[in-house]
């Protein structure tokens, strides 16, 4: 069982930054995947970005690439995501979630934070 606690969210105006962190209460296995996604109001939750654990391999959701950035701290079992130029559309509840297998962007998650709200305003 991993718990998983995110922070960092908040208010900022668009263009803004913010960096979102992940705590893990354990450290994910070589072969886990620890990933983002976000959920707007009314809408379904998405894919943001995803890391591997072990090899700190990235990927991204096209909406995002080139702004956002994943990474992991292995000492603090720590994931963050920083995220830059951001638009109003990226408004939404955030949540980091871990992977024990399958395909990193579409597959099934297994382990889920509460989600921290980041809005951005104009």
């Known amino acids: 069982q991993v718990q998983l606690v995110e922070s960092g969210g908040g208010l900022v105006q668009a263009g803004g930054s913010l960096r979102l962190s992940c705590a893990a209460s354990a450290r994910p296995f070589n072969s886990n995947v620890i990933g983002w996604f976000r959920q707007a109001l009314g809408k379904e939750r998405e894919f943001v970005a995803a890391?591997?654990?072990?090899?700190?391999?990235?990927t991204y959701a096209d909406s995002v690439k080139d702004r956002f950035t994943i990474s992991r701290d292995n000492a603090k079992i720590m994931v963050y995501l920083q995220m830059q130029s951001l638009k109003l559309e990226d408004t939404a509840v955030y949540y980091c979630?871990?992977?024990?297998?399958?395909?990193?962007?579409?597959?099934?998650?297994?382990?889920w934070g509460q989600g921290t709200q980041v809005t951005v305003s104009s």
């Open positions: 890391i591997t654990w072990r090899t700190g391999r990235t």
């Open positions: 979630a871990v992977q024990l297998a399958g395909d990193w962007r579409t597959g099934t998650y297994d382990y």
